[in-house]
């Protein structure tokens, strides 16, 4: 009996995302709360015979909390998304929102998984502990960013840039660091399959593959010409990412995967601060997921002196965005 919950369920990312969480078989109540709109999203998926029970739940009378009771996982895509023009760091509006969610799952699901997919996810990830920490209910060891997409772009250019398209689903790419642009960092040469040599060697080739994945955001926003950024392949990535945390915590399969998790969360994120030489309190790493969440931090492992430069950059931006979301705070409740 597994309960999950859409936040912004009926967004963009929302709608698809929570169409993907009925269709998990291993879910059996699915609770979609939004500002509007959730109800009818509700109703419509309710009809699909598949295990999960559907209500959907708006603000008024505390829908929030009513949506969150006794949640096992929660995915949080709420929020506005960029326009061309805009970097994720402009979203950060966005940080207002993410707050109150984190205050009514620290007042209504205080042992659920978190998954937050809200932009920019490099800050507010950080907002979302912090409040947490306030209410004393904060497990970073259940706390996780969604950059699963960015995983997920890797494998299908690199499989394209390989000339094996038809080979996507089989490739496996880490990215690691955080959620945008330079601090998106793929580690090309842990590829598996590897990427040939030549390919690896052929520099302008290499550093078109890494621009790539690290601005793929902005290709689809770019494409949607001002109607948003992903939506599809973003409620994909979510859905299985949270397949993936569901199948750890409650059919004890055990997984690794990247996501931006606070490296206080298991002993190795030590390891990590020493690896990429800086205290910083949040990275995407390699975690592997078990009962409780994150059961360990695994190293990065081996990276070349291309990846070692694109390493430095991605912690240099990280900090400040880390500090913004630690330094956030949210505006006192209206009466
Ligand atoms: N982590 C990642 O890889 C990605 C993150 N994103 C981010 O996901 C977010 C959502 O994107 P879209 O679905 O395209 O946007 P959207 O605008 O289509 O949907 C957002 C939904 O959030 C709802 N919402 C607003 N305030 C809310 C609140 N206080 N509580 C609950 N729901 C609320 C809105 O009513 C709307 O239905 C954006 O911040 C975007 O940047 C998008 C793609 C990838
Ligand atoms: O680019 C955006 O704004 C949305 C996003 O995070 C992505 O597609 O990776």
Redesign the pocket.
Known sequence: MVKAVV????????QPLSLLLKLNPLITELSL?????SPGVAVDLSHINTPAQVKGFL?ENNG?EEALKGADIVVI??????KPGMT?DD?FV?A??CA??AQAIANAAPKAFIL??????NSTVPVFAEVLKKSGAYDPKRLF??????VVRAATFVSSVVGKPLDAPKYNVPVVGG?SGATILPLLTQSEPQIPAAILNDQAKRDALIKRIQFG?DEVVEAKNGG????L??AQ??AHFANLVIQAAFAGKTTVVQSYIDLEAAPGGKGVQKEIGSDLAYFSVNVELGRDGVQNILPIGNIDDQEKTLLAAAVKELGPSIEKGVQFTPAPPKL
Not at 33 to 37: A, E, L, P, R, S
Not at 77 to 82: I, L, S, T, Y
Not at 116 to 121: A, F, G, K, M
Not at 145 to 150: E, I, N, S, W, Y
């Open positions: 936040a912004g369920a009926a967004g963009g990312i929302g709360y939004d500002v509007v709109n603000p929030a895509p709420a929020g506005v998304p960029r994720r979203l966005n207002g929102i109150t969610l937050v997919i809200s932009n920019p996810v960013g969604v950059t699963t997409l960015d959620h955001g948003g950024s992903a939506t392949s973003m990535a979510g």
